[in-house]
Nanobody, 126 residues
């Protein structure tokens, strides 16, 4: 199982930027697909973006963040980054990273992930 730790959340104004980090440990980082999810207070957890296993090297984005958010992956540091630009109040949520070694491409269903971080809060003020 992979141990995941998120960081980088905070309070930002509309139109601002944040970069979330997800540091992984516990098994070969290159063997897992990574996903970012978010959960606004009182709502369901939803897929935000995901990065495939390293040998495939593809990213997937929810329509709501496409063009504003960008994923990157540093295998040497075993870290995935989520750069969030042009933030909107509706982006306010707890953000979680997750990993799976059962799928090469990141699933959009949260139930298909094996490991989860503790989450980091992102708040966008209007």
């Amino acid at each position: 199982q992979v141990h995941l730790v998120e960081s980088g959340g905070g309070l930002v104004q509309t139109g601002g930027s944040l970069r979330l980090c997800c540091a992984a440990s516990g098994r070969p980082f290159m063997d897992v697909a990574m996903g970012w999810f978010r959960q606004p207070t009182g709502k369901e957890r939803e897929f935000v973006a995901g990065f495939s296993r390293s040998d495939i090297g593809r990213a997937d984005y929810a329509d709501s963040v496409k063009g504003r958010f960008a994923l990157s992956r540093d295998n040497a540091k075993e870290t995935v980054y989520l750069q969030m630009n042009s933030l909107k109040p509706e982006d306010t949520a707890a953000y979680f990273c997750a990993s799976t070694d059962k799928y090469a491409f990141p699933p959009r269903a949260s139930a298909l992930y094996d490991s989860w971080g503790q989450g980091t809060q992102v708040t966008v003020s209007s």
